[in-house]
């Protein structure tokens, strides 16, 4: 049946039944495929071909989705990851000049290959990003809503994860002899503040090790930001068939799974680069999200996941976790209180987003600014507190205390040991250097005996 089906899609996508001679291949498909024939006439029409095609491959794709095969979850990482050192030939070992010059290479005349933005007032950052489609829709929203605070921000971003982006910007394992080094270019010939990166599945310290040494290489001050994505349907036994099997402490017991995990990794990467790697709580958020939604107060929200319910303003729009309508802004609100350490509350005016005027509501975007800030003061990881509850995050007593809603964001000192409420304290130990807080079950890894990005000999 399956070889069937493939021969059917191969004549149509092949566009044969458009050909002079359509209406033979449409007789020669209907003595193949007589089930193609709708009303049964004993002719096939083209559109009852298009038709019959467009079933097939949405069957295809259900069942795709029934057997979690549309995105891979388990996939071959190169042994190279295991080396003392990258490939002699992968970017991050050429000087600066020579990165430029490989990555001008793969771009036109009229464009540049290095990035740049000058100093900026008020602490804004200069932040250059990784991430697949989960951050997608942050990486979106979030320069509209520095703007909404009053200033433009610098963002330079390359889609897809830590370590499938370190290939391709050096050339190595996947991408061998194929450099492609967006961000390594400006980052080794501009000034930048800050990288973010989103998760992915099996993720290693070792992906994020080396682009942390890279950018440390050229920018000591360098802050890293990690999202910590959310609860994924894949970490139930079952799938549900219904959303009455699904309840707010069943995202809680998930989103604790998650913290935990992510405090593994970013413990371990705070053991070897101290004060430096800081979570962008999207986990906690979206689990607050859902309790919200269980008591009644996310407003024009009508289910939980569409995958499961089928509600179209759902929290969850896919089986994979992809966030629904209007969950954009809320995750856009979670990186911008992370970043600059002020609740998105504290900005009154409402924001120009894409999309539906109508939708979110006012009411369920003040709901959405509410919970994002709540989430990040509230996770040890973020380095974000606010004890005084002014929406402002806790500074050094020399900071400046200015927090109006339309002035530039205050650089901050992150600082955080408070439990949050979605991971009970004892789930949290504080480990080797500042803001190093891992779960006391985790048993760290000795992924950092040695140095991922050394200067090459010969640069």
């Not at 989705?65 to 992968?90: K, L, N």
């Not at 911008?336 to 900005?347: G, Q």
Request: charged content about 25%; overall charge neutral.
């Amino acid at each position: 049946m399956k070889l069937r089906r493939s021969l059917l899609l191969l004549l149509l996508c092949g566009g044969l039944v458009w050909a002079g001679v359509q209406e033979q291949r449409l007789a020669r498909l209907l003595e193949q495929y007589p089930e193609a024939d709708a009303d049964g006439d004993g002719h096939l029409t083209r559109e009852e071909a298009q038709a019959y095609r467009q079933k097939l491959q949405g069957r295809a794709a259900s069942d795709r989705s029934a057997t979690g095969q549309g995105v891979p979850r388990e996939f071959r990482v190169d042994p190279g990851w295991d080396a003392d050192r990258f490939p002699e030939h992968a970017v991050c070992y050429r000087t600066p000049q020579e990165i430029q010059a490989i990555y001008a290479k793969t771009m036109g005349k009229s464009e540049k290959a290095v990035t740049s933005y000058p100093k900026a007032a008020g602490g804004v950052l200069r932040i250059v990003g990784t991430g697949h489609s989960f951050m997608g829709p942050g990486y979106r929203t979030f320069p509209i809503i520095c703007r909404a605070a009053g200033f433009e921000q610098p963002l330079l971003t390359h889609t897809g994860s830590a370590r499938y982006k370190w290939e391709e910007e050096n050339g190595v394992f996947a991408f061998d002899g194929k450099p492609k080094p967006k961000l390594l270019a400006s980052i080794a010939n501009a000034e930048w503040d800050a990288m973010m990166w989103g998760p992915y599945f099996h993720d290693r310290p070792a992906y994020y090790a080396c682009w942390i040494e890279f950018c440390l290489k050229y920018h000591p001050h360098m802050k890293f930001y990690l999202s910590d994505a959310w609860p994924q349907l894949e970490q139930l036994d079952e799938i549900p068939t219904s959303e009455d099997a699904l309840n707010a402490e069943i995202f809680v017991r998930l989103g604790r799974q998650r913290n935990v995990q992510t405090a593994e990794l970013v413990g371990t990467l705070n053991k070897k680069y101290p004060g430096k790697v800081f979570v962008m709580p999207t986990s906690d958020a979206m689990v607050l999200a859902a309790q919200h939604y269980y008591r009644g107060v996310l407003p024009g929200i009508e289910g939980i996941h569409r995958a499961v319910g089928g509600k179209e303003r759902s929290l969850w729009r896919d089986r994979l976790g992809h966030l629904g309508p209007g969950f954009d802004r809320f995750e856009g609100y979670v990186f911008y209180a992370t970043i600059y350490a002020r609740s998105p509350e504290l900005l009154q005016d409402d924001i120009p987003f894409d999309g539906p005027s109508d939708f979110p509501s006012r009411e369920l975007d003040r709901v959405f600014r509410k919970i994002a800030w709540q989430a990040v003061i509230h996770n040890p990881l973020s380095g974000v507190t606010d004890g005084d509850h002014d929406g402002i995050g806790d500074q050094p007593a020399t900071r400046n205390t200015s927090h109006s809603s339309k002035s530039p964001p205050i650089s901050h000192e992150h600082q955080s040991e408070a439990p949050s409420p979605l991971c009970p304290a004892p789930c949290w130990t504080k480990g080797a250097g500042s803001n190093a807080l891992i779960p006391q079950a985790a048993r760290p890894r000795s992924w950092f005996g040695r140095s991922l990005v050394r200067q090459s000999q010969n640069a």
